[in-house]
C-alpha cells in the first residue's frame, strides 16, 4: 500500500533554510503530479508548489516562488522542497500529496491551481515552524 512520510521539519529563524522530503513507499511515485501543501493555524490548506512526473515542469504559490524549489528524484522515489529565506508567515504543517486522477497529466493536475481538495493521497505532514 502506497504511503508518504514528510520528514525535514523543525524550528528555524527568519532567514533560515529547511529542506524537506516526501519519501513514497509502496509504489513508485515517479507515474504522478506531486505537490507540496501547507496548513497554518487557523487558516485553510493551500498549494506552495507542484511537479510533473518528469520533473520537467514545476509551479509555485506568489508567496513562495523565487524562495522555494521542488524537485523529484524518481530513482529514489523522493520529493523535496527546499525553502529559503524563510519568514514568519511560513510556518505551517507542509504536506505532500499525489494527483492520482490526472493520471500523470501534467495540464490536467489539480495541483497546478493549488486545489488541494483534488489531490488524492496524503502524507501525515511535518511542521515548520519560523520565529526568532
Known amino acids: 500500500q502506497l504511503q508518504l512520510v514528510e520528514s525535514g521539519g523543525g524550528l528555524v529563524q527568519p532567514g533560515g533554510s529547511l529542506r524537506l522530503s516526501c519519501s513514497g513507499s509502496g509504489s513508485t511515485l515517479d507515474y504522478y503530479v506531486i505537490g507540496w501543501f501547507r496548513q497554518a493555524p487557523g487558516k485553510e490548506r493551500e498549494g506552495v508548489a507542484c511537479?510533473?512526473?518528469?520533473?520537467?515542469?514545476?509551479n509555485y504559490a506568489d508567496s513562495v516562488r523565487g524562495r522555494f524549489t521542488i524537485a523529484r528524484d524518481n530513482a529514489a522515489n523522493v520529493v523535496s522542497l527546499q525553502m529559503n529565506s524563510l519568514k514568519p508567515e511560513d510556518t505551517a504543517v507542509y504536506y505532500c500529496?499525489?494527483?492520482?486522477?490526472?493520471?500523470?497529466?501534467?495540464?490536467?493536475?489539480?495541483?497546478?491551481?493549488?486545489?488541494?481538495?483534488?489531490?488524492?493521497?496524503w502524507g501525515k505532514g511535518t511542521l515548520v515552524t519560523v520565529s526568532s
Open positions: 511537479i510533473s512526473s518528469s520533473g520537467r515542469s514545476t
Open positions: 500529496a499525489l494527483d492520482i486522477k490526472a493520471e500523470g497529466d501534467w495540464h490536467r493536475s489539480s495541483c497546478r491551481n493549488g486545489n488541494a481538495a483534488g489531490m488524492d493521497y
